[in-house]
């Protein structure tokens, strides 16, 4: 059975927190980390420790030397996860998402600007 690219696979939640963590530190000692998980998640040492480890094996980020650095973009997991909450709660339609974020609230001009934008360029 061949590998799955990390960007291919779905973060569980306690994961994507340290994602988020790492990205916003990286590239950052493991001991430091830990402190930070601690403080932000409430996570023991060796719960962080072993979250590295698990986002290691599964090629998400490099832990070198004690230094922890993501090997993944923040971007692409965004996007993953993105495309699985469509996919699920809307069927893989894109306007029943939009129509259901949108119920109920107002956009700026310039939100509204920016969405026109995206979607310009996205049909292009």
């Known amino acids: 059975m061949e590998d799955k690219r990390p960007e291919d696979r779905r973060l569980f939640d306690g994961e994507y927190?340290?994602?988020?963590?790492?990205?916003e530190n990286e590239p950052v000692r493991?001991?430091?980390?830990?402190?930070?998980?601690?403080?932000?998640?409430?996570?023991k040492k060796s719960t962080c420790y072993t979250m590295l480890k698990k986002l290691s094996d599964h090629g998400y980020i490099k832990n070198e030397?004690?230094?922890v650095t993501?090997?993944?973009?923040?971007?692409?997991?965004?996007?993953?996860?993105?495309?699985?909450?469509?996919?699920?709660?809307?069927g893989g339609s894109l306007p029943a998402f939009v129509t259901a974020f949108l119920t109920?609230?107002?956009?700026?001009?310039?939100?509204?600007?920016?969405?026109?934008?995206?979607?310009?360029?996205?049909?292009?």
């Open 17 to 23: 927190r340290l994602m988020d963590l790492i990205w």
């Open 70 to 90: 993501a090997l993944v973009k923040r971007d692409q997991i965004q996007r993953k996860e993105s495309e699985a909450v469509v996919d699920k709660s809307f």
């Open 104 to 124: 109920g609230r107002k956009l700026t001009k310039e939100e509204a600007c920016e969405i026109r934008e995206m979607i310009e360029k996205a049909v292009e």
């Open 30 to 43: 493991s001991m430091e980390l830990a402190g930070i998980c601690l403080k932000a998640l409430g996570w």
């Open 65 to 67: 030397n004690a230094v």
